[in-house]
């Protein structure tokens, strides 16, 4: 039990007539310092209300309203120190969430250099194809100007050719009319001759 030191006591408060009716509160063999006697009631509610008491045993000096002043203490330290753990756990979670936000972004800048280096390459592929069909096409277009200077050649060739055919054709006409003129003429004479 605990034994009380009075500083002060006011009697005839509501306090004290609680504490004096209360069951319970006997000391059985020690004086209570509040009134000296033994075997009767803790009756100063002041010392009571105020904490000024401390074990009969004296195995703990320290009064009952300094304890409680040192859990209030601890209390009040035991809550500042779990709002900075809190408030260190928020912004352990805040670093994590900021440290996944820029792996994602390191991922996705990864990902982001491949895509662009498959796309080079495929540009690479499509440029060099491109070139190809280019060297092709100019070949094509070489060869198709060869072939129209050779058409154009050979119109012109055959165009010659026909002139000359048709002068010819008509030299041939000339010299048959001429011959046929000149074995009438021979014909003419024979027949006179005779």
């Not at 004290?16 to 059985?28: H, K, T």
């Not at 320290?62 to 209390?75: F, G, I, N, P």
């Not at 280096?117 to 540009?123: F, R």
Request: hydrophobic content about 30%; glycine content about 2%; aromatic content about 6%.
């Amino acid at each position: 039990g605990f034994q009380t030191r009075k500083l002060s006591c006011v009697p005839g408060s509501a306090l004290d007539d609680s504490v004096d009716d209360a069951e319970g509160l006997y000391v059985a063999v020690e004086r209570c310092p509040l009134c000296n006697t033994t075997k009767r009631r803790l009756t100063c509610a002041k010392c009571v209300q105020a904490g000024d008491f401390i074990y009969f045993d004296n195995r703990n000096a320290e009064r009952y309203a300094d304890k409680k002043e040192r859990l209030s203490q601890l209390k009040f330290e035991e809550e500042t120190y779990r709002k900075e753990v809190m408030k260190a756990m928020e912004e352990k979670w805040k670093a994590d969430q900021l440290k996944w936000k820029i792996m994602s972004c390191k991922m996705r800048i990864e990902q982001l250099k491949e895509a662009i280096c498959h796309g080079n390459e495929e540009k690479k592929r499509d440029s060099n194809s491109l070139l190809k069909h280019q060297e092709e096409n100019q070949k094509l277009y070489r060869r198709v100007s060869r072939l129209q200077e050779k058409k154009e050649k050979f119109q012109k060739h055959n165009h010659k050719l026909r002139e000359l055919v048709e002068k010819k054709s008509l030299d041939l006409r000339n010299c048959e009319e001429h011959l046929a003129s000149i074995r009438r003429s021979h014909i003419l004479e024979l027949t006179k001759v005779i």
